[in-house]
């Protein structure tokens, strides 16, 4: 699902086939410090991320994966996610 285009990049709902380009960068700790995620350990936890993942249906938004339209390929993601937080 195609969530935005512009004339250079899609984006549209995480798919399985991300799992590999979200557990790469999410190692980093650089990248970690403004997610606030915790590093995926192997790809396999980063595709039962995505098939779990219902921010969509919950909230009505989430995460994006940013696509180059030109080689459809993935160099990014971005979007919102809830976090609850007690006090």
Known sequence: MVIAETERLLLRRFKPCDAQFLCD??????????????????????????????HYQDYGFGRWSALLKSKKSVIGWCGLRVEFKIR
């Open 25 to 54: 960068p999410n190692k980093d700790p650089y990248v970690l410090k403004y997610t606030g995620d915790a590093p995926f350990t192997n790809v396999e936890k980063a595709r039962d991320f995505i098939m779990n993942y219902k």
